[in-house]
């Protein structure tokens, strides 16, 4: 495993005078897509929205007052039926993506500061999962679930919920990382998220754990504040109600940290080893995105859409450094 980097420096005349600006360009260590770390301050700040979350609720197909008599049925596995628990309710999504996809409403509350997203609301809606992926049918398929948090993160819908896409296909990404950790696995004789964690634990991009789950920062990152989430249990469906809750919790510790930066949307990911053989491990994945507002901005252009190659503004090992020093107390 290399954890490889190169390293560009631009000059740049401003206000007469001669500034050098580092880039560094970084491959991940499993699949050697490049991410770009151009190094400059950036003011993160947040424009106040609140007209935008009253406008919202009025039209909202995930509150309570529409959601039985709006959601889309799946008239097979769930034999047409909403499945609830606690907050959180699963059902198909009206626009799918695959042969299998599914929308996870979190919460009752239409909008959630970051800071009040609870273990409980990510919790129940992977008991909910679980309990789906315990009924489909026999075969090789690829499972992702992820969550886009407000309009800079690309959802359309405020209401907090999480996307379920489980196909027979997969996505570019995850084929990579399949075809990948398969030679890894081959080569090393054990799987690339148990050696990876073998190499970092400890060192300067080690966050820290939770139950049954160690957290790091990417050293490739694929979007500003990227974090990896890694599992004790390998498959999803079995994971223990402790290993759900060890995701859960390292996910509301990072949400408050994100707040804690100004910051106030998200994605995340899960790609699932479930279905895909010993040298897959479940891994989770989530970064920041620009803060939703009235002056919001897209940080995804053309060179993710065209190249493939993110670009960010923010050095792992220095926000691996911040998050781990306050983890314990999140």
């Known amino acids: 495993m290399e954890f490889r980097k190169e390293v560009e420096v631009a000059k740049v005349l401003v206000g007469g005078k001669v500034e050098d600006s580092v880039v560094e360009i970084r491959y991940d260590p499993l699949t050697l897509q490049t991410s770009r770390i151009v190094k400059k301050s950036l003011s993160i700040k947040s424009e106040g929205f609140e007209e935008e979350i009253e406008n919202t609720k009025s039209w909202c197909p995930f509150c309570n007052e529409r959601i039985e008599e709006i959601a889309a049925r799946d008239p097979e596995i769930m034999r047409g039926e909403l499945w609830k628990k606690g907050e959180a309710i699963l059902f198909s999504n009206i626009v799918p993506y695959s042969r299998y996809s599914l929308v996870l409403r979190l919460s009752d509350q239409h909008f959630l500061n970051l800071s009040e997203f609870t273990e409980k609301h990510f919790f129940d809606g992977f008991k909910l999962i679980q309990d789906y992926l315990g009924k489909l049918p026999e075969g090789k398929l690829y499972i992702t679930i992820g969550m886009n948090y407000l309009k800079s993160a690309g959802s359309s819908i405020m209401h907090p919920h999480i996307q379920v896409v489980i196909s027979e296909s997969s996505t570019d990404y995850f084929a990579r990382m399949d075809w990948s ?24 991009r080690y966050i820290g754990s939770t139950e049954r789950t160690e957290w790091l920062a990417a050293f490739a990152p694929k979007g500003f504040f990227h974090f990896i989430g890694i599992p004790e249990e390998r498959t999803f469906v079995d994971m223990s109600d402790d290993q759900l809750k060890g995701f859960a919790s390292g996910i509301v510790k990072i949400l408050k940290y994100y707040e804690r930066k100004g910051l106030n949307a998200f994605n995340f990911a899960f790609f699932c080893a479930d279905r895909l053989g010993e040298h897959f491990r479940t891994n989770f994945h989530i970064v920041a995105r620009t803060p939703f507002g009235k002056f919001y901005w897209c940080d995804v252009f053309f060179s993710k859409v065209f190249h493939d190659e993110s670009v960010t503004f923010f050095v792992p090992e220095d926000y691996a450094r911040e998050l781990k020093d306050i983890w314990n107390s999140l």
């Open 181 to 204: 950790s398969l030679e890894f696995m081959e080569s090393n004789g054990k799987d690339f998220w148990v050696a990876l964690l073998e190499k970092e634990r400890g060192g300067e």
